[in-house]
């Protein structure tokens, strides 16, 4: 049984340049005849994904490769130009671990509608608040507003709803890198329980020995194709030669 399917899955996005480019810029460019349009990109390329219920992924890949990507539209942040993205269970995304917050109320509404937004009710978030502040190390800062907290405190509190709230889908992105070596000591125990249960793991790192400690599979993304899919070792494997034969020639 699948719990992520993605099939032909392109996506071309506007480039961070033509995002900066502002609403005085573009009328202006239209009154000189100057104006063109948005140039994109080609982020991903009829990727094709099947995801066992319960599997492990690791994601590999350059900078640029399209591996955060990717993790957005299964998550249904972005959605693709074409080819279709279907998903059965929860999920809970650790992508950006300060997004999603609403800076003017408090921590503990803020942990209500956060997992209201995963697809929990908001009785089961009410009964979860008081072990996610624990977690956090936020008990102190139930009442207020998350605009007060520190970046680490938000990312703290992001990783605890996330991986309190027992979702179908655990979506990791370079994730441990919250807090001090004492938190990511506890953040890396807490996602062991993910590795231990029948929860479905996307992870992305460049960490290659933890995708080789953790993974069932590896997906190797190049310039947003898929370049190699398949066993841990062998390609993780072939990504290491790649790695040695193109540093040999710089």
Known sequence: MYAICLEQVSLWRRTQEEFSYDLKKTILSFLEGKYRQPAKNL??????????????LGIIGGNGAGKSTLLK???GI?????????????IAPLIELEAGFDPEISVLDNIVFYGVMLGFSRREMRERVKPILEFAELEDYA??????????MVSRLGFAIATDVHPDILILDEVLAVGDQRFKNKCKQRLQKFWDANATVLLVSHE???????????????????????????????????????????
């Open 43 to 56: 982020v991903l390329d009829r990727v094709d994904l099947f995801v066992e219920a319960g599997e492990k």
């Open 73 to 75: 539209l299964v998550c």
């Open 78 to 90: 972005l959605q693709p130009t074409s080819g279709s993205v279907r998903i059965w269970g929860k």
């Open 143 to 152: 009442y207020v507003p998350v605009k007060a907290l520190s970046s680490g």
């Open 208 to 250: 290659l020995d933890l995708i080789e400690q953790t993974c069932d599979r590896v997906l190797w993304l190049d310039k947003g194709q898929v370049k190699c899919i398949g066993e841990t070792k062998e390609v993780v494997g072939y990504y290491r030669d790649m790695v040695k034969h193109t540093s040999s020639f710089s």
